[in-house]
Nanobody, 127 residues
Framework: DVQLVESGGGSVQTGGSLRLSCKVS????????LAWFRQAPGKAREGVAA???????TYDDSVKGRFAISHDNEENILYLQMNNLKPEDTAVYYC??????????????????????WGQGTQVTVS
């Protein structure tokens, strides 16, 4: 029912920037948590950043100060602005949603099992 369609991935040099987008459709509820995850080859999927419908956000320590998550409520697009990219950021990035907000003010990281619907993933390569 819920559709999440990503765009904005690609290849970038170390120190560069990318902005990932996730268009959300078919979602009829007013509350949510939205999140970005990433998965590098041979590694587990890890939480990058998340945002609640009522405002709270959380970031993994590895991206604090470099990445910013935001949501355009009118267009229902989730963004991840990624600045000062490092080779360690190379991964497939996924967006995901859950209907009940997690109250992210109390989270240092989100887990994949907390989310119910996922985008297809988009590759980010930093070299």
């Amino acid at each position: 029912d819920v559709q999440l369609v990503e765009s904005g991935g690609g290849s970038v040099q170390t120190g560069g920037s990318l902005r990932l987008s996730c268009k959300v459709s078919g979602y009829t509820y007013r509350t949510y948590s939205l999140a970005w995850f990433r998965q590098a080859p041979g590694k587990a999927r890890e939480g990058v950043a998340a945002i609640d419908s009522d405002g709270p956000v959380t970031y993994d320590d590895s991206v604090k100060g470099r990445f910013a998550i935001s949501h355009d409520n009118e267009e229902n697009i989730l963004y991840l602005q990624m600045n000062n990219l490092k080779p360690e950021d190379t991964a497939v990035y996924y967006c995901a949603i859950r209907a009940t907000p997690l109250d992210l003010a109390y989270y240092s990281e989100v887990a994949p099992a907390d989310f119910t619907d996922w985008g297809q993933g988009t590759q980010v390569t930093v070299s």
